[in-house]
């Protein structure tokens, strides 16, 4: 199979439509196919009463352990808030260099508010796109246009570009080339 | 800059903070290691060279502080930002006046660490390029104690080489805080006599009659009170150099007295009739006019022309703008060994406010003002807000100022205490009494963080 999937781990129902929208805007900037990914299995053991949010690391090892073994790359799309012990939240997290990455649409905006919806999405593809960035193996990027910038506000996050900058695209190429060809 | 060459050392006991913390500093591509209790920390500053240290308040053994404390002898130039879990004034406090840049209550804020991160990092890179020019420039503007490149002043130290190696007398004349004494100093230091004792008498500060005594001594019983013989500075100043300082301030009789020594080298204590020899170089100066005090009959011609031998005119700053960076450059090294506290520099924007200045005092007033700049300075870096230099604003601006809306005042006054801050929205949100919330609601709604990080 070797693709990049996309798979909802979130509390609510699946949001399909927009998990489409998220599959084919990574399949594009990556230039690698994206699948959504069916699966009803959800993440256990991450919730931190303490906190009320959930452990985002601890998301990363469920999906590393869970997801198919051929996948080249997972991303999983949450709805429930994240956080790592330092941070109040984060939007998302990955393993930088390995397969796993998570986003959560919590503080991202509302997917189901008509009039919020389209930039909510907007918003949660960039930061799908900039995790999945991570297991490629790209640090930040300094262009506060690329989707490598760190972004840890909103208006960061609007302020960027969902595709990667020119010097990030070719990081990525590289690095890629070494997981050989896609579409064979 | 290259931003691996940042290194960042996590000093924390526990495991998942280092962990989820060293994580978040390599995504932005800093180098970064981790230390779990202050020896082993302390171990990684003996062997390595570090931009930054996080570290934990909390931990066993070591805390923080004393990390913090220890970590200052060995490497003085780090960053160190204090983490805490308990918000409180106090250890922060405490944390600054060890030398801490900041401190950070967890769980952090995303946004805050990272503009921190960002801040430090962008100072490090300023202090770096001013730390490359000390050493070019200290190599080529110095003369003994004094700095400057402008080309008058070059003239100056040329002459006052020169003139160090004779026995004339030299007239040092400049407003007030343009460096007589200094370089009185310094052409004493750089003559054959540097040896010998450099003697400075102020002529303003005393009543003719002590003056005269303190120059040339007194024998027992030469007036009531003086129940012992006495040397003067001229006899102290024996085979040295004898500095009289605001020497425009003297009344006749003395200016006749001196004239009187300065012919023959020779005088006698007050009350006394043995003639005494004494090998002195003079040096005088004064910040007045001296010429047209002669022109006014103020100041006897004939003495004039006996101190006038080498005359050294020294400019004021106002007309020398370029040696403002190179003097802050000299006096906060030697202001930062005096207070025992390290200030590498100034801010962009303080050193804009200090070019901008006029500088009727001249290098004391310059001085002064970094005296005071580094005492309030939060960090290693004086800010245009440490300093208290107002601005010079038009009429019209002040009014506009003092007219404006409430909301207006608020966004100016947020601004100027997040400037202060460096940007540091929890320590602003302390300064201004409300919560972090309500700042951040303001700092958007006035879109102050555009302007901040612009
Ligand atoms: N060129 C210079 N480089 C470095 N420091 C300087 C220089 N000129 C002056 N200073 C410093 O400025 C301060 C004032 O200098 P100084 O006392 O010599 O001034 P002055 O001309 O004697 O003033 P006054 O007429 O008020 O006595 C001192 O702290 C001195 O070290
Ligand atoms: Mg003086
Ligand atoms: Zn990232
Ligand atoms: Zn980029």
Known sequence: MHDILVWWIGAQAADEAAMEVLRQRVEDVFEWPATCWHDERRPTGTYDAGRGQHLSTAMLRWLNSHRPHDAARVVGVTDVDLFIPILTFVYGEAQLGGHCAVVSSARLGSLTLPMQRQLTLGRLVKEAVHELGHTFGLVHCRDGECVMSRSPSLASVDAKHGTLCGDCRLIYLEKAASLGTPYE | ?454
């Open chain 2, 1 to 454: 800059m290259n931003r691996e060459r940042v290194r960042i050392l996590v000093v924390d006991d526990e495991e998942i903070v280092r962990e989820s913390l060293s994580g978040w500093l390599e995504r932005d591509g800093y180098t970064v290691a981790t230390a779990q209790d202050g020896a082993s920390a302390l171990a990684r500053l003996h062997g390595e060279r570090w931009s930054i240290m996080l570290v934990d308040m909390k931990m066993p053994g070591m805390d923080g502080l004393q990390v913090l404390e220890e970590a200052r002898k060995i490497q003085p130039e780090v960053t160190a930002v204090i983490m805490t879990a308990y918000a409180t004034v106090d250890t922060a406090v405490t944390a600054m006046k060890l030398g801490a840049y900041d401190y950070l209550v967890k769980p952090f804020d995303p946004e805050e660490l990272s503009l921190m991160i960002q801040k430090i990092v962008s100072q490090q890179a300023l202090v770096r390029e001013n730390v490359l020019l000390r050493k070019v420039l200290k190599r080529e503007y110095h003369f003994r104690d004094l700095v400057s490149k402008n080309a008058a002043m070059q003239k100056v130290f040329d002459l006052a080489r020169t003139a160090a190696r004779s026995n004339s007398t030299i007239l040092v004349l400049g407003e007030s805080g343009t460096g007589k004494e200094v370089v009185a100093r310094a052409i004493h230091a750089e003559s054959p006599r540097a040896v010998g004792p450099f003697v400075a008498v102020s002529c303003a500060a005393l009543t003719e009659t002590l003056l005269e005594s303190e120059l040339f001594g007194h024998e027992r019983g030469a007036f009531t009170g003086a129940v012992a013989r006495q040397r003067g500075k001229f006899e102290a100043a024996h085979r040295g150099t004898l500095f009289l300082d605001e020497i425009g301030d003297i009344t006749p009789k003395l200016q006749l007295d001196l004239l009187r020594v300065l012919e023959d080298r020779r005088f006698t204590r007050v009350g006394g009739t043995e003639a005494i020899e004494v090998d002195v170089r003079i040096i005088a100066a004064t910040n007045r006019d001296l010429q047209r005090a002669v022109a006014e009959g103020a100041f006897r011609e004939d003495l004039f022309y006996r101190l006038n031998v080498i005359p050294i005119h020294l400019p004021p700053l106002r007309d020398r703008k370029e040696d403002v960076p190179l003097l802050i450059d000299d006096l906060l090294e030697k202001l930062s060994v005096e207070m025992g506290r390290h200030i590498e520099g100034v801010s962009h924007d303080a050193m804009a406010v200090l070019m901008a200045h006029d500088w009727p005092g001249n290098v004391r007033e310059l001085r002064n003002a970094l005296e005071r700049a580094a005492v309030v300075a939060a960090g290693t870096i004086i800010q245009a807000g440490d300093l208290g230099l107002v601005k010079p604003s038009t009429p019209t601006e002040a009014a506009a100022e003092q007219l404006g809306t409430l909301e207006s005042v608020e966004r100016q006054h947020i601004q100027t205490v997040l400037e202060h801050t460096r940007g540091n929205i929890t320590q602003a949100a302390r300064i201004l009494d409300i919560d972090r919330v309500t700042l951040y609601n303001k700092i958007k709604k006035y879109r102050l963080r555009e302007i901040e990080s612009a």
